[in-house]
């Protein structure tokens, strides 16, 4: 007596699968190249907006309340905290930003008022290489 199993007898081969894998590791060894350094640049472009856009819009704003910028060794965290040294801000209606400034690589973001390339402020990052200015970012340039 003969059994039946229910089940078909088909199936890819060893040659089918290995043409799949194939072209998947084409395919990958296309596309992983492109995408690999794009981690980085966003980074960069986040301390880049962080600079010129965020931390610079929290700055002005600070500015206009209180009639001058935060001091060197105020630094941003006047822009979370009202500050209690001098010059003690006489309108602070912080806060101005929501978390500490830290730049994407995990490193707080570098202030000095009034600045030495600026007359106002020098806000920067040293970027993904703290020991190299090649990876500066900052708002004087």
Do not use: C
């Not at 001091?71 to 806060?95: D, E, H, V």
């Not at 973001?109 to 600045?115: H, N, R």
């Not at 990052?125 to 500066?136: F, M, R, V």
């Amino acid at each position: 007596m003969k059994m039946k199993t229910g089940w078909p007898k088909t199936g890819f081969t060893l040659v089918e699968i290995m043409l799949v894998v194939i072209i998947i590791g084409a395919l990958a060894a296309m596309i992983i190249p492109r995408l690999a350094g794009r981690g980085e640049e966003a980074k960069v472009k986040v301390a880049r907006s962080d600079i010129d856009a965020n931390l610079a819009t929290a700055l002005k704003l600070y500015e206009l309340d209180n009639g001058s910028y935060p001091s060197t060794f105020q630094g941003l965290a006047a822009l979370r905290f009202k500050p209690t040294t001098n010059p003690l801000p006489q309108n602070w209606n912080g806060p101005y930003i929501e978390k500490d400034p830290i730049d994407p690589w995990g490193h707080p973001y570098i202030y000095a008022s009034p600045g030495l390339h600026r007359s106002d402020y020098d806000l920067s990052s040293k970027g993904k290489n703290e020991a190299s200015q090649k990876d500066e970012i900052n708002n004087w340039q």
